[in-house]
């Protein structure tokens, strides 16, 4: 592996863990010109992380070796372009068999989203409902958060889109998601700014049903 003077001393060994690993510390300490004992203080702290992971390779005389290798979180740090393969297959779809077969999935990814959070929010209160969603969608890589105004009603913000690119060329994606939030949260949910649109964040304004809802 060439060095790249501007990466840190965590990225090189990320790099030398993703196309060489499992390896040994004292092959990862020869690769990067340092100490073993250097090594040894990063990769505790990136197993600490959850980075990656040990395993002991017992030998028939001496001591064991350890072996490091990535976990899937840190196989996920390095770029994946799954919302371009993604694309790419719903474009196919759209030629083959016509944009409603395209808003049919993008429907039955609501209707089981629906199925598997709907539990999480009976019995609850709107403001519960909203915290929920929230911690669903930022567990999900919208960097969501949520506050409530002044005048009773929520505003809930997506900082990221993990299917951007889709959602500008298929805008149902959007259209799908705030049909979720609705029937999620039982309240009246208005897209007010969309990353997808140009905007800089999905921003979502949302308000108790009214008296004949």
């Known amino acids: 592996m060439k060095i790249q003077p501007e990466m840190s001393t965590r990225q090189l060994l990320m790099t030398l863990l993703k196309t060489k690993g499992p390896i040994a510390v004292s092959r990862l300490a020869a690769e990067l010109g340092i100490t073993e004992m250097g090594v040894r203080r990063h990769l505790n702290q990136m197993e600490k992380d959850g980075y990656i992971e040990t395993t002991v390779v017992r030998q028939a005389m001496g001591r064991p070796t350890f072996l490091y290798a990535l976990t899937e979180h840190g196989h996920e740090q390095f770029p994946r372009n799954y919302s371009h393969l993604l694309l790419e297959l719903l474009e196919e779809l759209d030629d083959s068999q016509g944009s409603q077969a395209v808003h049919q999935l993008f429907d039955g990814r609501k209707h089981k989203m629906l199925d598997r959070y709907g539990p999480k929010m009976e019995g609850r209160d709107l403001s519960e409902r ?9 567990a999900g890589g919208y960097m969501a958060h ?8 929520y505003t809930l913000y997506e900082y990221n889109c993990p299917i951007n690119e889709v959602a500008r060329r298929y805008q ?3 259209a799908c998601e705030q049909s979720l939030f609705q029937e ?4 009246e949910v208005t897209r007010t700014e969309c990353l997808a ?4 964040c999905c921003k979502y304004r949302i308000q108790p049903p009214g008296p004949s809802a």
């Open 146 to 153: 949520w506050e409530q105004e002044k005048d009773g009603s």
């Open 130 to 138: 909203v915290a929920e969603l929230t911690s669903i969608q930022h």
């Open 184 to 187: 999620l949260l039982q309240a």
């Open 197 to 200: 649109l140009g905007g800089s």
């Open 172 to 174: 149902h994606a959007c």
